[in-house]
């Protein structure tokens, strides 16, 4: 299976969020080919504007992938600006209509990213984006400044088992969207 993890933050720093959708990709190998893409280079949309190029590349990524995994930040009760921006450049293309996504995030705080996850759920089911968002599955990670060890695995167990639990139910999920087997 082919996935596409988009880092929801353009930060130059080492976010939690990019630190989680490299663990996600490295732990998850074995499984389904997880291609990182940032979006640190992709413009403020204005619907004026000729489509950029790094929107185009990631457009193309995203429509021969299987499925899409999005690592959200939560900024002030929601997801950046920078991946809202992202999301309204990719719903020109209409590349995520129809696309598994599984949403993951990680913050600073306890809470995890639970108000931004339910912000991009209901971004990601507008008319004009249209993708397929699992249900009744998210994953929070909570104090993402000590979540990792050195080697950015994780370091809490249960935080692994319940990843591997909801990265499990999003390959069937994924699966099923795709004609019943993966690529």
């Known amino acids: 299976m082919k996935l596409i993890a988009i880092v929801g933050t353009n930060t130059n720093f080492d976010s939690t969020n990019r630190k989680l959708i490299k663990y996600i990709s490295k732990h998850f190998s074995s499984q389904a080919d997880i291609e990182v893409c940032e979006i640190k280079e992709i413009p403020m949309y204005c619907a004026d504007d000729e489509m950029p190029q790094t929107v185009n590349t990631l457009t193309t990524k995203i429509k021969a992938a299987d499925g899409v995994i999005i690592s959200t ?29 599984m949403i993951v995030g990680s913050s600073h705080g306890s809470l995890g990213t639970l108000r931004a996850q339910l912000h991009l759920r209901e971004i990601l089911q507008a008319p004009r984006i249209a993708a397929y968002v699992m249900t009744g599955k998210e994953f929070l990670l909570g104090n993402g400044k000590s979540a990792f060890w050195e080697s950015e695995d994780l370091l809490q167990e249960d935080k692994v088992v319940e990843l591997e639990n909801y990265f499990s139910d999003f390959i069937q999920f994924a699966t099923r969207f795709n004609g019943g087997a993966s690529k």
Do not use: M, N, R
């Not at 930040?73 to 129809?98: G, N, V």
């Open 73 to 101: 930040p939560e900024y002030d009760h929601s997801i950046t600006a920078a991946l809202k921006s992202t999301i309204d450049w990719l719903s020109e293309s209409c590349c995520l209509a129809e696309k598994p996504v």
